[in-house]
């Protein structure tokens, strides 16, 4: 695959970038579904895997490939093995059980059109098909590198990452939650995902020790800038520019930055997040070839805070 990253005369050109890694994420989420039994199983699957969310996830995986001086093509299965974890988060949080959300990527909800236990199911599928897309179908990638990936994979899907989090959010709704315990809900349910996405990248480029820590230090801050962004728009945003319910938060009782800190100087604690998440990334992206290649993961951060969905 040629290198992610386009420029234009001016510079890099963000637009056209997001497009192409998100054209390359649909052709392989797509692919990486084929025709199987049972069909209503991969039915239930697809109806959630490909409903078009932003790709946020696999598109840090391959930008941070990039960064590590990788081929973006030989992270591709890991970038649908993210999306698959993520996608499967989405579907289980939305079950009556957890969060009981009948609206999702702009569609009905996967239990809302196929029933709790197939969602249940699909999730469960989407799950463990994303460890064997990385270990079964990830041709070129040294055995000690996928290694690493599955680590990352494990810890971000598990009790130390999704499952954790979920567990203390769903735990603390309607009770006064303080600033540290949001922030462990926080860095559990999503950063872990998100942190993981940058970190797999970077692995199956064989990335060094330094860049490593830096990309930790960088997914702490966007993942941290995501969520709170994210309960913003749960409050200024519709229903329909969202794709899932707006106002959640607020009906489940849920503690949220909006709601400790208000909304302006939750956004400021955003910004100064990813101003952080940028920095970590400065030694790396020194020189022109290091502005190249470190130009989308900068702009990725600085897209978190300003998306409006
Ligand atoms: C069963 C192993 C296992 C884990 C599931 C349900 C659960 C544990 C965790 C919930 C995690 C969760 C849904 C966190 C919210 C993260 C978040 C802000 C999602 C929205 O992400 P976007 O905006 O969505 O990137 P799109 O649709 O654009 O991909």
Same mark, same amino acid.
């Given at each position: 695959? %040629?290198? =992610?990253?386009?420029?234009?005369? &001016?510079?890099?050109?963000?637009?056209?970038?997001?497009?192409?890694?998100?054209?390359?994420?649909?052709?392989?989420?797509?692919?990486?579904?084929?025709?199987?039994?049972?069909?209503?199983?991969?039915?239930?699957?697809?109806?959630?895997?490909?409903?078009?969310?932003?790709?946020?996830?696999?598109? !840090?995986?391959?930008?941070?490939?990039?960064?590590?001086?990788?081929?973006?093509?030989?992270?591709?299965?890991?970038?649908?093995?993210?999306?698959? =974890?993520?996608?499967? $988060?989405?579907?289980?949080?939305?079950?009556?059980?957890? @969060?009981?959300?009948?609206?999702?990527?702009?569609?009905?909800?996967?239990? &809302?059109?196929?029933?709790?236990?197939?969602?249940?199911?699909?999730?469960?599928?989407?799950?463990?098909?994303?460890?064997?897309? *990385?270990?079964?179908?990830?041709?070129?990638?040294?055995?000690?590198?996928?290694?690493?990936?599955?680590?990352? !994979?494990?810890?971000? +899907?598990?009790?130390?990452?999704? =499952?954790?989090?979920?567990?203390?959010?769903?735990?603390?709704? /309607?009770?006064? *939650?303080?600033?540290?315990?949001?922030?462990?809900?926080? !860095?559990?349910?999503?950063?872990?995902?998100?942190?993981?996405?940058?970190?797999?990248?970077?692995?199956?480029?064989?990335? +060094?020790? %330094?860049? !490593?820590?830096?990309?930790? #230090?960088?997914?702490?801050?966007?993942?941290?800038?995501?969520?709170?962004?994210?309960?913003?728009?749960? *409050? #200024?945003? $519709?229903?329909? *520019?969202?794709?899932?319910?707006?106002?959640? @938060?607020?009906?489940?009782? &849920?503690?949220?930055?909006? &709601?400790?800190?208000?909304?302006?100087?939750?956004?400021?604690?955003?910004? %100064?997040? =990813?101003?952080?998440?940028?920095?970590?990334?400065?030694?790396?992206?020194? /020189?022109?070839?290091?502005?190249?290649?470190?130009?989308?993961?900068?702009?990725?951060?600085?897209?978190?805070? $300003?998306?409006?969905?």
């Amino acid at each position: 695959m %040629a290198a =992610v990253a386009t420029t234009t005369g &001016k510079g890099f050109d963000f637009s056209a970038y997001l497009e192409d890694a998100r054209q390359r994420v649909e052709t392989a989420l797509d692919a990486a579904l084929p025709p199987e039994r049972p069909e209503s199983l991969r039915e239930a699957m697809r109806y959630s895997l490909l409903a078009g969310g932003k790709r946020l996830r696999p598109i !840090l995986c391959l930008a941070a490939c990039e960064l590590a001086g990788g081929d973006a093509a030989l992270a591709l299965p890991t970038a649908v093995a993210l999306e698959m =974890v993520h996608t499967m $988060s989405l579907i289980h949080d939305d079950l009556p059980a957890m @969060d009981n959300d009948d609206l999702r990527r702009g569609r009905p909800t996967n239990h &809302k059109v196929y029933g709790e236990a197939n969602a249940i199911l699909a999730g469960d599928a989407l799950l463990t098909r994303a460890f064997e897309m *990385v270990a079964l179908r990830s041709p070129g990638v040294a055995a000690e590198r996928l290694l690493a990936v599955v680590g990352e !994979l494990s810890l971000a +899907s598990g009790a130390p990452g999704l =499952v954790g989090g979920q567990v203390v959010d769903l735990d603390c709704e /309607g009770k006064s *939650v303080d600033l540290d315990t949001l922030e462990y809900i926080h !860095l559990h349910k999503t950063g872990a995902l998100l942190r993981a996405c940058v970190l797999c990248g970077a692995h199956i480029a064989g990335a +060094s020790a %330094a860049l !490593l820590e830096a990309l930790g #230090t960088y997914a702490r801050g966007i993942g941290l800038a995501f969520q709170i962004i994210d309960d913003i728009l749960d *409050v #200024t945003a $519709s229903s329909e *520019v969202l794709g899932k319910t707006a106002g959640k @938060d607020l009906t489940a009782d &849920k503690t949220t930055y909006p &709601k400790l800190l208000g909304l302006e100087a939750s956004r400021q604690r955003a910004d %100064a997040l =990813v101003g952080e998440a940028k920095a970590a990334l400065a030694p790396f992206a020194e /020189g022109e070839l290091g502005g190249l290649k470190a130009a989308p993961l900068l702009a990725l951060a600085d897209y978190i805070t $300003s998306r409006d969905r």
